[in-house]
């Protein structure tokens, strides 16, 4: 592509004039600007993207796009878009949100976006704290991780999204970081791409309540080994990687899900009857 | 992911001789980091502007300006050679960013005006690096002569940072104290 020929879209073209309210320092800027250079690259007007969120910081990042957006109830960002994407095909539909609203009361819906497989992408932006709320623990949060709310840190064995991803059949597994937002961009691109559904876990820290995650850019590292499609070879390496592994992990074939669209309910004033009481 | 963490570890010279290896790569690049450079200072203006710090806010929105004059001119001599435009992980930086683009985990919501300029003449000095490590890998003619252009300027802009720091001789590199801290304790 020339200059002359200059694309339609520039990521800024995707960016509304809201001025985000994250804490200065939040990875949560670097996940949106690689959204937004994502969309840029694959030239989807604004208007052919809806993004879809729970509740939490991560999850303002609708207001912050130029796209159609829903800032939904807590958790509940993927039936939503579920719903969203079953009914409007023709939309890229795009799922934001945080590792409390996706694991802990949205972790019943993970499971079966993963295995119902609509076509979507979703980005859970991991800190592994609540933000929103003010630093209590999350399901990833680490078991000895202290704070003034969680005196002892709280012994439980994190959440291994991935892994869960994988066993409840997620098409495309990911994970990006985003002190690197170029890559994560990469990402979020071939995750759209990929039919079905797609996860892409970016580690994104919380500066305020998790400064100590400023070190991630020194942890994290591209997975030394290429995607695979076997099921029981990704199975193996998500479980024992160390959870700073970026790239592509794992994708698969899967047709997506697609209700049969009922020929004759073209009236929604007539599916509405059908409902009434 | 993008080429820049993945050549952690390699010979910066030999990196950057293969990744920016002919004028377009080196105006390319140079648009890309001018252009990447200007936007994040504007959203650190944004930043701090709604955290209700405008000193600091200043600081960022004049080095974004000054960022957005080389980036437009860039993309005019882009657009003269007709410069490929690339996706922005085939670029090849030593970082996961262009050198010149402030890392988001930088910014601090207290961060006073001097620690932004400190965070911009560090900036600047990378960005001088970049074309002083493209040039130590002997690169053919025509690439050494627009990396020695780009590299004068970003010599001068380093010089322009120095000049308005000069206000400042001892910057306190601690952020000050938040009476009313978010976290719990
Ligand atoms: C039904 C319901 N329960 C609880 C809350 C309170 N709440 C708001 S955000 C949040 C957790 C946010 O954490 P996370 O999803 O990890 O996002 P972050 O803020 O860290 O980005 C909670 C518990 C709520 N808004 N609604
Ligand atoms: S509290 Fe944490 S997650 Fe929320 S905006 Fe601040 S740094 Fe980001």
Redesign the interface.
């Known amino acids: 592509?020339?200059?002359?020929s200059?694309?339609a879209f520039a990521a800024?073209d995707f960016k509304s004039d809201i001025?985000?309210?994250?804490?200065?320092?939040?990875?949560d800027?670097?996940v949106l600007s690689s959204v937004t250079?994502a969309l840029a690259?694959l030239q989807t007007p604004p208007e052919d993207v809806a993004v879809v969120s729970g509740i939490g910081c991560s999850s303002r990042i609708p207001a912050y796009t130029n796209c159609y957006g829903f800032h939904g109830v807590h958790g509940r960002a993927l039936p939503l878009a579920i719903g969203l994407k079953v009914s409007r095909p023709d939309l890229t539909v795009i799922v934001t949100g945080g590792d409390g609203d996706g694991y802990s009361i949205g972790g019943n819906h993970f499971l079966h976006a993963c295995r119902r497989n609509v076509d979507m992408t979703y980005i859970v932006m991991d800190n592994q704290v609540y933000g929103m709320t003010?630093?209590q623990p999350s399901p990833t949060t680490e078991p000895d991780w202290e704070?003034?709310?969680v005196p002892g840190g709280t012994r439980i064995r994190p959440f291994m999204p991935l892994v869960v991803a994988l066993a409840s059949g997620a098409n495309f597994i990911a994970r990006?970081f985003?002190?690197?937002?170029?890559?994560t961009?990469?990402?979020i691109?071939e995750a759209i791409r990929h039919p079905g559904f797609s996860f892409v876990e970016v580690l994104s820290?919380c500066?305020?309540?998790r400064p100590e995650q400023?070190n991630w850019?020194h942890e994290?590292?591209?997975a030394p080994v290429e995607a695979t499609n076997d099921r029981g070879r990704a199975a193996r390496r998500l479980a024992t990687d160390d959870g700073f592994n970026?790239?592509v992990l794992f994708y698969d074939n899967r047709a997506p899900y697609m209700p049969p669209v009922d020929a004759n309910l073209t009236d929604v004033q007539q599916f509405d009857r059908e409902f009434a009481v | 992911m993008s080429p820049g963490p993945s050549s952690k570890g390699d010979d910066p010279i030999k990196a950057l001789a293969a990744g920016v290896a002919s004028p377009d790569d080196v105006l390319a690049h140079a648009h890309a980091m001018e252009s990447e450079a200007a936007d994040r200072y504007h959203e650190l203006a944004d930043q701090m502007e709604i955290h209700n710090n405008p000193q600091t806010a200043e600081v960022f929105d004049k080095m974004a300006r000054i960022e957005q004059i080389h980036a437009d001119k860039l993309a005019a001599m882009c657009a003269e050679r007709g410069v490929t435009r690339r996706p922005p992980w085939e670029y090849r930086w030593l970082d996961p960013e262009a050198p010149e683009v402030t890392p988001v985990e930088e910014a601090h919501y207290l961060m006073t005006a001097p620690q932004a300029l400190k965070l911009a003449l560090h900036n600047e000095k990378r960005a001088l690096a970049f074309y002083e490590t493209l040039l130590a890998g002997s690169p053919p003619d025509d690439v050494r002569a627009l990396a020695e252009e780009f590299a004068a300027e970003e010599r001068e802009h380093v010089s322009l940072v120095e000049k308005w720091m000069a206000d400042y001789p001892d910057i306190d590199p601690h952020i000050p104290e938040d009476p009313d801290d978010a976290v719990a304790h």
């Open positions: 592509m020339t200059a002359e200059a694309p800024k001025k985000p309210v994250w804490c200065p320092g939040c990875g800027y670097s250079k690259e003010k630093g704070s003034g709310l990006g985003s002190g690197d937002p170029n890559g961009a990469q990402l691109a820290p500066v305020t309540f400023r850019k994290t590292h591209p970026t790239g």
